[in-house]
Each structure stands twice: as structure tokens, then as C-alpha cells.
């Protein structure tokens, strides 16, 4: 029974992975052929980028702030407070700021393309969609997709921006440190790879927050319970995977640039 | 009842191939198959009207013609191409020449009526000032063009089920099918969206298939007839029935009737019965 049971798990896992892997390689090629629902972009475009800013500019503010508080502490130690802007704007750069946009946009934005979506099916409006002749994929799905990938990459030049500036708040303000120093010293160690590094993460993140919010949400089933439930899975399968791409990534990248 | 036939100048008579064909048609969904060995067809102009209690896959097989749902077995024609493995892509063209009524409108929720019942036209890209007469047009059909620059949210079910009419017919259709229109409406409600279908089907000769379990909406269907004269529905002269609106009844995924009302009146079957009593 316990050996029936996990078989039967295993084929699910197999089975959810099979079908999104589908659905999200559909949501990307259908950009390469018509129709383009451009005004659905743009939309989904302003929802996503300028309605995340306010929470991408206080987190990645008040991340930069506690990255010099904590640095700052332990770097006294050894008499080396003045890098304390390179250690900021290098963490942002190549990792918080990606990371912690990337997280803060699945809270946001995974979770509503769920239950938007969710909500249009368990109320039909899907099938009326594809009654009337037009493809949610190519409507619905692609839009949200490329808008993701496209605004997630600006969100996070702002966030590590508003993360150096946090950080440099804190040093000025608390810690009674030079400004110039602490930009001059985060300007002066940031080499090519490391801004690398941090726009090539977004573009991964964007679009698995997309594609997996908007996967649940196309196979919601059970009515309204069925949406919340397919919201919590956005969030949390979407989380768990950002974090998960990033230390492949980070590996990947850094062993390309190493060598 | 006696059967007579009815003089409608309006109806074409029906001819070439069936607008929709089904053969053997199994559905299922993970489980034991919901409908089994189900066949009809739909012929040009002729209103078919699907009876069965609640549950017993009644909405499934409207959707099964759209293809919306894929069979298990059978075959399912839709304007004489065979759509029971057309790839998704290849079939929202022969959707589009279709209207489909949900069971709940099915509105979306974010768009004005105007844009609801546009959809097909602004995904067409047809000009703003054609849209706007269009729209008009067929939100005056149902007697809802005060809802124009509405959102569903403010309309009441049977406005939703009338502009959800009205967002079917706007491209003039080659079929039109009704999920349970008048399901859940008060009996004024539910006669005036009897009337638009006599109205769809007297002046447009639109084939059709309505999906209830209201055998009041399926008799007044078939007693009464649209008078363009009076701009109202009349019912037919004493005896007289419309020929061209025949029955179909399911009981637990099974076909159990297909036949004319005088048939459907006159079955010896004791789930018909039960279900006419």
C-alpha cells in the first residue's frame, strides 16, 4: 500500500513537471508568432513593474541599511570599516538585490496571476475565451511572461541602487562615516562579472514567478478553495525555486568566470 | 398532442451536412466515463433542445462541440471537420464561427459590457466606430442597450445571461449553444431569454442547441414562434408545434431519447415519463 502510494506520488511529481515544463516552453515561443498581444504586454507590464516599485524600493533600501549595520559591526573588528560599500554594493549586485526582488514580485505578482487566473477559470471565463476564438496562452499567459522577465530586470537595478543608498544612509547617518569614501570604495571594486552576475539572475527569476503563476492558475480546480490553493502553491513553488536557480546560477557563473 | 406543420417564411429549409455530428462519444474525467456512446447531429436550422436532470453531463457535451473537452471515443464534427483530435491551435478558428451562452454568462469581469460583448470583434481588430454600432446593435436585440459602458459586476443574472446572448450573436454565428440559459432566473427573467432564443431562431434561422432541465422554457420553445410584426413572441396557432425544434434527453451519460415533441410526449420510456411528469 505505502509502495503504491509513493508510486502514485512519484508519477504526479513527474506528471506536474511534464506539464509545466510544456506550458512555460508555449508561453515563450509564442512571442515568435502571431498574434502579439502587445497592449496586453504594455498592461501587464505597468502592473507588474511600476505597481512593485514602492515594495522593491523599501526592501532593497532597508536591506542595504542592515547590510552596513551588520558589516560595519564585525569589520570594526578588524579595523577595516571603510569597505564596508564594497561589501554592500557587491552583495546587492550580485545577489540580494536579484534575490530579494525576485521573492518580493513572486509575493506579489505569482500570487495575483494565480488567483486572476484561477478566478477565470473556476467562473468559465476561460472556456469563453477559447470559445471566442482567442488563445489564453498567447492572451493571457505570454504577456504576463515577457513583462515579468522584462520589469523584474529594471526592479532590480532599482532595488540594488536603493540598497547602495540604504547602505550608504547608514554608514553617513549611524555610523558617522565618510559618503564619498563609501561610494568611492563601492564604485571602485564592482568589476563586469559581478553586474552580470546580478542582470542575468532577474531574467531567470521573472520567468519562473510568471510561468508558475500563471501554470496554477490554469489548472485551477474546486472553485474558490481550488484558487486559494493554487495561489499558495504559486507563491511558495515560486520562492522555493528562485532560491534554487540562484545557487545554480551563482555556481555556473562563477566557475565561467573563474576560469 | 397533434403535429401540424407551420408556415415560417423566415426558416431556410434545412439542407447540405450537419452543422454538428456526433458518434459514439465517450467522456470521461480520471475516472469511470461520464457520458458513453452518445450520438446526434444538428442540422442546418434546426434548434435542438437537450433535456436531463442536473449532474448528468448535459454542459460536458456543449462543451465537447466547441471542443473545450476531448473525447475518449467517438468522433465530434463541427461544420463538417472532424474535431475530436484537432490541435487546439487549428480550432479556435471554427470556434470563432460558433456563440456559446455559459451557464453563468461567463462576463469577463475586468471589461465593460462594450468590451464583453466586442471580444471577437476588437481580437479581429475591427474599427472603433463599426465595434460601437455593432455593440449597440446587439445589446438592442436584448433589450440592454443602457448597459453599454456598464460593468458585469453592476448587472443583475438576467441582464449577465442577456449581454452574455448578446456577446454570442454579435458575429453572427453558424451555431449558437445554450448552457442552461435560463437556470437559477425568476419565470419573467427566464421568458425573455426564451423569447431572444425564438427570436435568434425565427428571424436568423441560426441552428442551435439548448441545454435545460426546464421543460416549461422547452415547450414554450416549441409552441410559440417570433412575430416580427408584433416584435414579440406569439404562441403558434392550437396544435400547431415548430417542426424544425426536436429533443434530446440524457440519463447517466446515455442517450435515452431523440426524437420530435409529439415523440417526446408519447415515449413508453419510464425515465421520460417520469421526467415529463
Known amino acids: ?259 | 398532442m397533434s403535429q401540424a406543420t407551420v408556415s415560417m417564411p423566415e426558416l431556410p429549409p434545412p439542407e447540405g451536412g450537419p452543422v454538428v455530428a456526433l458518434r459514439n462519444v465517450a467522456v470521461g474525467f480520471d475516472g469511470p466515463p461520464v457520458i458513453e456512446n452518445v450520438s446526434f447531429s444538428v442540422a442546418p436550422a434546426e434548434t435542438r433542445i437537450l433535456l436531463g436532470p442536473a449532474g448528468v453531463g448535459k454542459s460536458v457535451l456543449l462543451k465537447l462541440i466547441l471542443g473545450l473537452l476531448r473525447p475518449l471515443e467517438g468522433s465530434v464534427e463541427l461544420f463538417g471537420e472532424d474535431i475530436s483530435q484537432m490541435p487546439e491551435e487549428k480550432l479556435f478558428s471554427l470556434r470563432a464561427r460558433a456563440g456559446m451562452v455559459f451557464q453563468e454568462g461567463a462576463l469577463f469581469d475586468s471589461l465593460t459590457v462594450r468590451d464583453n460583448v466586442a471580444y471577437q470583434l476588437i481580437q479581429e481588430g475591427v474599427h472603433d466606430e463599426e465595434i460601437d454600432a455593432r455593440v449597440r446593435d446587439a445589446l438592442r436585440f436584448v433589450g440592454l442597450e443602457e448597459t453599454f459602458n456598464l460593468f458585469p459586476s453592476s448587472l443583475s443574472g438576467g441582464m449577465r445571461r442577456r449581454v452574455a446572448i448578446a456577446r454570442a450573436l454579435i458575429n453572427q454565428p453558424e451555431l449558437i449553444l445554450y448552457d442552461s440559459p435560463t437556470g437559477g432566473l425568476d419565470p419573467v427573467t427566464s421568458n425573455t431569454i426564451i423569447e431572444l432564443i425564438v427570436k435568434q431562431r425565427d428571424v436568423r434561422a441560426t441552428p442551435s442547441l439548448l441545454v435545460t432541465h426546464r421543460l416549461q422554457d422547452a415547450f414554450t420553445l416549441c409552441t410559440h414562434r417570433f412575430s416580427s410584426e408584433q416584435g414579440r413572441m406569439v404562441p403558434l396557432p392550437e396544435g400547431q408545434i415548430n417542426h424544425n425544434t426536436t429533443f434530446l434527453m440524457l440519463d447517466e451519460g446515455h442517450l435515452i431519447f431523440d426524437g420530435s415533441l409529439h415523440e417526446l410526449v408519447h415515449s413508453d420510456n419510464p425515465f421520460v415519463r417520469e421526467f415529463l411528469e
Open chain 1, 1 to 259: 500500500m505505502a509502495i503504491q502510494t509513493i508510486e502514485r506520488t512519484a508519477k504526479q511529481i513527474v506528471l506536474i513537471v511534464q506539464e509545466y515544463s510544456q506550458f512555460a516552453w508555449r508561453a515563450l515561443m509564442n512571442l515568435f508568432r502571431p498574434p502579439i498581444y502587445w497592449t496586453d504586454f504594455l498592461t501587464q507590464s505597468d502592473i507588474i513593474g511600476f505597481g512593485s516599485l514602492p515594495i522593491v524600493i523599501l526592501s532593497g533600501f532597508f536591506t542595504g541599511g542592515v547590510l552596513a549595520l551588520q558589516s560595519s559591526a564585525t569589520l570594526s573588528e578588524f579595523g577595516a570599516t571603510a569597505v564596508t560599500g564594497q561589501f554592500v554594493s557587491l552583495t546587492m549586485i550580485r545577489e540580494l538585490g536579484a534575490v530579494l526582488t525576485g521573492i518580493m514580485v513572486s509575493g506579489r505578482n505569482a500570487s495575483s496571476m494565480a488567483s486572476e487566473l484561477g478566478s477565470m477559470v473556476v467562473t468559465e471565463q476561460i472556456d469563453a475565451m477559447r470559445a471566442l476564438g482567442v488563445d489564453p496562452m498567447r492572451k493571457l499567459v505570454t504577456p504576463r511572461v515577457y513583462a515579468t522577465i522584462i520589469m523584474l530586470l529594471f526592479l532590480t537595478i532599482v532595488a540594488d541602487a536603493f540598497g547602495i543608498m540604504g547602505g550608504a544612509a547608514v554608514t553617513v547617518v549611524l555610523n558617522h562615516q565618510n559618503g564619498t569614501q563609501y561610494f568611492n570604495n563601492a564604485y571602485e571594486h564592482l568589476a563586469y562579472p559581478d553586474i552580470v552576475q546580478g542582470l542575468v539572475k532577474p531574467l531567470f527569476f521573472g520567468y519562473i514567478i510568471a510561468s508558475i503563476g500563471c501554470f496554477y492558475g490554469m489548472r485551477t480546480t474546486g472553485g474558490t478553495e481550488g484558487v486559494g490553493r493554487s495561489t499558495i502553491s504559486a507563491v511558495v513553488n515560486s520562492s522555493v525555486l528562485i532560491i534554487f536557480i540562484d545557487f545554480l546560477i551563482t555556481h555556473i557563473l562563477l566557475s565561467l568566470f573563474s576560469s
